[in-house]
């Protein structure tokens, strides 16, 4: 069976997990990393050197790096529910996953300790104040992509939205003030009638 380790509240986690709901796959959660510790056993280490979650195993193949397991999750899907079929729209919505890896996770990153993980002493206000701005400005162009298609991944949900609407289940239910960006906000709404999203992304945020 599929083996999965990450704890619940990790946005990558929550990737991996998702789709795998999505995809209706069995597969055994290890909690590991934050309080659980775990990722700094040799044993653990031997599957990620990184030390970080997720990880997967699935029939002794082992893959970290949670876009890169989403992929392989819904490649592998017999029906590729998740994949855009054409070239040009599966490197679309690709490019969302990427992006929001590469550009947004970072100052989402910043927002979301100072907010939800760190006490109000420890807040680092300047940090916050950046993150808040630079969230904005990037969310602003998902939402000019979603004015024109109703997913990242075109007319339907697909991998192109599972990491974005992992960070946006946080974006939208932090104590924050958020630019009003209507197209986000009805592709959040969207995303928040899928019941594997429920199950997975829409936790307790810690
Ligand atoms: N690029 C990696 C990043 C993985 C990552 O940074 N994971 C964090 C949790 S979101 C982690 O393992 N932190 C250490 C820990 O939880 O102990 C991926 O997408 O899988």
């Not at 490649?75 to 919505?93: F, I, M």
């Not at 109000?120 to 104040?129: G, I, K, N, P």
Request: with cysteine.
């Amino acid at each position: 069976m599929l083996k999965i380790w990450g704890r619940t509240n990790s946005s990558n986690v929550k990737k991996v997990l998702w789709c795998a709901e999505e995809l209706g796959l069995d597969y055994e959660r290890i909690d590991a990393g934050g309080a659980f510790g775990v990722v700094n056993d040799p044993a653990y280490r031997a599957l990620n050197p990184n030390g970080l979650v997720p990880c997967i195993e699935d029939d002794g193949f082992v893959l970290w790096e949670s876009n890169a397991v989403v992929r392989y999750l819904a490649e592998g899907d017999p029906e590729r529910r998740l994949v855009p079929s054409s070239r040009q729209d599966k490197a679309s919505a690709e490019r969302w996953m990427d992006w929001t890896t590469s550009t947004i996770a970072g100052p989402f990153r910043d927002v979301f300790w100072n907010v939800v993980r760190r006490t109000a002493q420890d807040r680092v206000e300047t940090e916050l104040s950046r993150g808040l701005d630079s969230c904005g400005r990037l969310l602003a162009i998902a939402d000019k992509a979603l004015a024109g298609q109703a997913y990242l991944s075109g007319e339907k949900f697909g991998i192109g939205d599972i990491p974005l609407g992992c960070l946006a289940y946080g974006w939208f239910n932090m104590p924050i003030e958020r630019p009003d960006l209507p197209h986000l906000a009805a592709w959040y709404e969207r995303l928040t009638e899928r019941p594997a999203y429920r199950r997975a992304v829409m936790i307790p945020l810690t």
